[in-house]
């Protein structure tokens, strides 16, 4: 029976996959959770000519932070899996300081705990009675 992989794969190489894993990275969805608010996104409806950037800026969907080269490519991701997956994560309000404090048990000095809803023991209690 043969090898089952190769033996030269950078597996415990740290640099290379640091390179590779901020090579393909993209904007969070919290970044643009702020770039698709009313007073953000007028900035990307009609945007300035950038010969750096793929169709000189012109063609960029704000939903996954992308450029593309004309209006096909962009509507041909419109109508994609990926495009369609990120607009559902998008949906969902990105969570704040304030919830991850709350859901770490710390609390700021100036907050009072808000008291748990009781709904479904008053129900229980008027039931008995």
């Excluded at 939903?63 to 495009?83: F, R, T, V």
């Excluded at 609390?107 to 809803?117: I, N, S």
Aim: contains cysteine; positive net charge.
């Amino acid at each position: 029976m043969g090898r089952l992989r190769r033996s030269r794969v950078h597996k415990g190489i740290r640099d290379i996959k640091r390179k590779y894993r901020t090579k393909r990275y993209m904007r969070d969805i919290d970044q643009i959770h702020g770039d698709i608010q009313p007073e953000n996104a007028s900035k990307y409806e009609k945007p300035e000519l950038d010969p750096e950037l793929p169709g000189q800026g012109q063609f960029y969907c704000i939903q996954c932070a992308k450029h593309y080269i004309n209006q096909e490519s962009l509507s041909e991701h419109q109508k994609g899996k990926i495009h369609k997956k990120r607009c559902k994560l998008l949906k969902d309000e990105p969570y704040s300081q304030a919830e991850a404090d709350a859901a770490a048990g710390l609390q700021r000095a100036d907050t009072k705990p808000k008291k748990a809803k009781t709904e479904a023991m008053d129900v229980s209690e008027n039931a008995t009675a």
